[in-house]
């Protein structure tokens, strides 16, 4: 199996644009989370996916967040208006659902001017 | 508020030796379980060691051992024969009923020859 892949690894942008970042899951794992993670953090839930279900979204997740699932298999996760609060790295991890272990990608680093 | 906490922002340990992290977490739930994963310096983060929470056995992995604490809410990573690629930061992390995980700050180790 490849691992879970994110792309871009990293984006510049200006305070207010809209960002999308992608996630490649493991083949065949069902469960999908987006986290962030900033600076001297561990990294922070955002929302999780059962297939193409999004089924819980953390108080971190504002209006100017979306994420989809579309088909089961990747997703995006959007910030529209950027703000300079929302420079982190963005981790995307999946597994095969329930207690089992969660596969983490090489995450999205994003800096908002 | 469910939290964890990891009390040694930075840990020192020599080659070949053995060195202890600690997390302590707090749930009110029975069933969860426990991480520790592993992220060095721009690299992705990968599973250390996993425990069960209903199983009183210690889980170990090769070098990698924990010492669970149920009524203490206690958990901590002793690694062995320490080695330079051990280097990195060491996070703890519960997840409960199969949700998100739930990370701690974080413990920096470092290794010297």
């Known amino acids: 199996d490849t691992g879970v892949s994110q792309d871009p690894r990293h984006k510049i942008t200006k305070r207010g644009q809209n960002v999308t970042f992608r996630c490649d899951p493991i083949?065949?794992?069902?469960?999908l989370y987006w986290y962030r993670q900033t600076l001297g953090q561990g990294p922070e839930f955002l929302t999780y996916?059962?297939?193409?279900?999004?089924?819980?979204k953390s108080r971190l997740l504002s209006d100017r967040f979306s994420a989809e699932r579309p088909k089961g298999s990747f997703s995006t996760l959007e910030i529209q208006r950027t703000e300079q609060g929302d420079s982190a790295m963005y981790l995307c991890?999946?597994?095969?659902?329930?207690?089992?272990?969660?596969?983490f990608g090489p995450g999205t680093r994003l800096l908002v001017l | 508020a469910q939290t964890v906490t990891q009390s040694q922002p930075e840990m020192s340990v020599q080659e070949a030796e053995t060195v202890t992290l600690s997390c302590t977490y707090d749930?009110?739930?029975?069933?969860?379980?426990l991480f520790w994963y592993k992220q060095p310096p721009s690299r992705q983060m990968i599973l250390v060691i996993r425990?069960?929470?209903?199983?009183?056995q210690n889980a170990t992995e090769n070098r990698f051992s924990v010492n669970f604490q149920k009524a203490a809410k206690s958990f901590s990573l002793k690694i062995s024969d320490s080695q330079l690629g051990d280097a990195a930061m060491y996070f703890c992390?519960?997840?409960?009923?199969?949700?998100?995980?739930?990370f701690g700050k974080g413990t920096s180790l470092l290794v010297t020859p």
């Open positions: 991890a999946s597994s095969t659902g329930g207690h089992e272990t969660q596969y």
């Open positions: 992390a519960y997840s409960v009923a199969g949700y998100a995980l739930n």
């Open positions: 425990q069960e929470a209903y199983k009183q």
């Open positions: 083949s065949e794992h069902n469960r």
């Open positions: 749930t009110s739930e029975s069933d969860y379980y």
């Open positions: 996916f059962q297939n193409e279900a999004q089924l819980e």
